[in-house]
């Protein structure tokens, strides 16, 4: 009777470490899914931008430094290796890109610019998926970071070696202020 009762308490013990370790599994796994939704994104945008630049170019060849800058962000994009290095990119990025349009403004004849207007507006619907798979990833690392924080998934996660995730956060004061527009 009593090695049937150490039996059962062993087979509790074994299905509840598998449940635990498949549920931190799931998880880890929708936070690299979520991570490769941005980076899908951030490679449509990565894509858009050279066609952008030339459009401008045509227009605004003497904003070398501009130009400059956005070959040096894009370039940091393909080197990020974690969320962190692909935010400073991002950032960076989205920056230069608000001089970029801001120069823009100087150039009516480029405003009125059918595939300038194409390009500006292709690239406000990526930045806004951009904003809506960081917030995913963010939701989801949020819940995978507790997972492996709480009693008794701790103890399994610490076992088998699960880390934290990194978020993908805004580190700018520039990107946190309110954008004013005005018409």
Same mark, same amino acid.
């Given at each position: 009777m009593i090695g049937l009762v150490i039996l059962g308490v062993i087979v509790f013990i074994v299905?509840? =470490?598998?449940?635990?370790? $498949? @549920? !931190?599994?799931? !998880?880890r796994n929708r936070v690299e899914n979520a991570w490769a939704q941005i980076d899908v994104q951030l490679k449509k945008r990565y894509d858009l931008i050279p066609n952008l630049v030339e459009t401008v170019k045509a227009y605004a060849?003497?904003?070398k430094e501009v130009f400059e800058k956005i070959a040096m962000y894009r370039a940091q994009m393909v080197g990020a290796k974690t969320p962190g290095e692909a935010a400073q990119a991002n950032e960076?990025?989205?920056? =230069? !890109? #608000?001089? !970029? &349009?801001?120069?823009? %403004? $100087?150039?009516?004849?480029? #405003?009125a610019n059918q595939n300038f207007m194409m390009l500006q507006e292709e690239l406000s619907g990526i930045e806004s998926k951009i904003a809506y798979a960081r917030q995913f990833y963010n939701d989801v690392v949020m819940m995978y970071n507790q997972s492996l924080? =709480?009693?008794? $998934?701790?103890?399994?996660?610490n076992l088998f070696g699960f880390k934290p995730k990194e978020? &993908?956060?805004? %580190?700018?004061?520039? %990107? @946190? @202020?309110?954008?004013?527009?005005s018409f």
């Open positions: 299905v509840f =470490v598998i449940v635990i370790y $498949n @549920r !931190l599994v799931v !998880l060849s003497h904003e960076g990025l989205t920056s =230069v !890109l #608000k001089t !970029l &349009f801001a120069i823009a %403004e $100087n150039y009516p004849e480029l #405003k924080q =709480v009693f008794p $998934n701790s103890i399994i996660a978020y &993908f956060e805004v %580190e700018s004061p520039e %990107e @946190r @202020r309110a954008v004013k527009v």
